[in-house]
């Protein structure tokens, strides 16, 4: 009865607001797997967008409610008199989708193969190899067999050797030198953020403050080399790898974009395919086929079925489980590449802020990132970096090296390409005030910001300037105050007229009432400028970071702010925020 109800009630209110669909509603359900709807639902929504769009001269609308679809299938396109949702039931409703499941009607899942006559206390305990009464015991609802459709064709041919700018087709790539390298927190900080310079000046790449940029970056190389072993194709890696679409299937067109042709089977797992992906239940379902031991058949089979939802969230989902881990966990598992390939997602280039101004420092472009760590768990026996911030940290570990800076400075590229389009930049007009949001890394790009705008007071001292405000949060004052020289000396010049800073670790001073814990703590204390800014001066209002939670409690705010300063309910508040939104005054570089 409430299978996808959130989706539907908003379906039908907006019908009932006059909203008429463009695109057939999905309803997707996770006992079985979001993606056997999901996945069809997004190819056909592209279309049904274009044929939609095309009759629309919207050409900024339609980018900006591309880009909120393409950050989650949940999304919603609501443009006026249409509306495209696919609604996602993640809770054990009653199933919708009866003809893509079958009955594990095998004679394992009416002989449950994990009851013991003896059963040992760390049996009674269900992890991602290990199920327990009941679903130990119960009959099977699971996906139907996904149909393979990739022919892979091996080749002993020594070909010749792919370079990274085939993986793009649209945008030219740029292999561009790291010339410095900064770890910026200290060794006892939370995270370790590290500040990366490239050298632009011998190429044709641009950027404008507020721009950010895409990094190529590979898979970890062990785990490349691990994976090879275990799917006994160390021997092999070195071939070239034919794609072909197999004959006997629906799927049309041709080979997956994203693996150019000529690639070796180690160029496919190094720089095409994302092998940290959490396993889908569909790829889990296929993995079944290429098991041979019983019980471990048996586990796959609960993981994907609609009663083992809950097993599949806290051993897989929850933990990021990733193909290796399974392979790991499930010995006999021996899937061929073409699995693979079919069911591992694009190796994605990952994005970074420009944390610098080509005005101030002409030919480079700076970033800042935090490594990013994930511990080892029950599930999961190794700690891991992630993909992109783990292979730079490794990349520049030799340049963080005091005493070997020089001999390694030429060594180390990357290959970047830009972002296409966006609108995170300074005010056109330098007379109009600003105020800048930014923890943590969040304040990478007003650096570039503030140095760009140093720059332009120096140039022209005959033109008039806004102030400008800037709300920073970190830890600990000692540890990961990031830029504390640079901002303290853009205060002293008069670049940044308010720098507001809090830091949420450490304890108040003696005899002082901690009232700033965060940056929306600050920006509650000075709600007066604020909306003095933002109403009276028609001022600007940028955020940057971490889009879960503090942009989020920051927009509140900014709703309190408002509410009380106009002495409107907060309906009213979020309208004025909108406003703003619409008129790029309020502007967001948020990422979760
Ligand atoms: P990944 O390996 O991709 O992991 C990232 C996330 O995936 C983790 O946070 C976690 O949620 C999940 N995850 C993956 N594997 C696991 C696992 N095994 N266990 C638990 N969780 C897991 N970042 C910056 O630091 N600085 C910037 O200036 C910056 N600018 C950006 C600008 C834009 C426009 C965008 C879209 C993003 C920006 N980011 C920035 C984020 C950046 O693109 C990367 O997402 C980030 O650096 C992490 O990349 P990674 O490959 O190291 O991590
Ligand atoms: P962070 O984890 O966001 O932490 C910075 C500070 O913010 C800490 O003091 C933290 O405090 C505090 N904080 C925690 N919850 C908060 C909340 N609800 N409201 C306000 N502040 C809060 O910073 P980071 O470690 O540098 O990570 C920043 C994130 O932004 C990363 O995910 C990064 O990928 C992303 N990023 C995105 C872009 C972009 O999209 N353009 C650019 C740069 C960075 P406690 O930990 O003590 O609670």
Known sequence: MFFCNGGKVVDKRLQELGAQHFYETGLADDCVGLEIVVEPWIDGLWLALRREFTS??????MSSNLRAVSNGVSAMTVVPSMSGICSLDSEIQHLKLEDLEVKAT???SQKPANVHSVVSVQDTEASLDRSVPPLSQSALNIPALPSEYIDVQFQDSTGQELSVSSLISDGIVFHVPVT???????????????LLELDISKTTFCYQPGDAFCVICPNNPKEVQELLHILGLS?????????????????????PEHIPKGSTVEFILTWCLEIRAVPRKAFLRALVEYTSDAREKRRLQE?????GASDYSSFIRDPSICLLDLLHAFPTCRPPLNLLIEHLPKLQA??????????????KLQFVFNVVEFPSSPSRLVSRKGVCTGWLAELVAPMLQPHKKEEKLSAVKVSIFARPINTFHLPSDPSVPFMMVGPGTGVSPFIGFLQHRQKLQEEHTDWKFGETWLFFGCRHQDRDYLFRDELRSFVENGTLTHLKVCFSRDPPAAAEKKTTKYVQDNIRLFAKEVARVLLKERGCFYVCGDAKHMAKDVNDTLVDILSSDAGVDKLEAMKTLA???????????VWA
Do not use: H, M
Not at 180 to 189: P, S
Not at 239 to 253: E, M
Not at 579 to 589: A, I, S, V
């Open 56 to 61: 629309w001269n919207i050409k900024e609308d």
């Open 106 to 108: 095998d004679a394992l």
């Open 180 to 194: 410095k390298a900064v770890q910026l927190t200290r060794e006892d900080a939370v995270k370790t953020a590290l």
């Open 235 to 255: 021997e092999r890696k070195e071939y070239v790898v034919c794609l072909k679409i197999k004959q006997a299937t629906k799927r049309k067109g041709a080979a």
């Open 303 to 307: 993981l994907c079925s609609k009663q």
């Open 350 to 363: 990952r994005s970074y802020s420009a944390s610098s101004s080509n005005l101030f420092q002409p030919g």
């Open 579 to 589: 406003t703003l939104r619409q008129e790029k005054r309020y502007l967001q570089d």
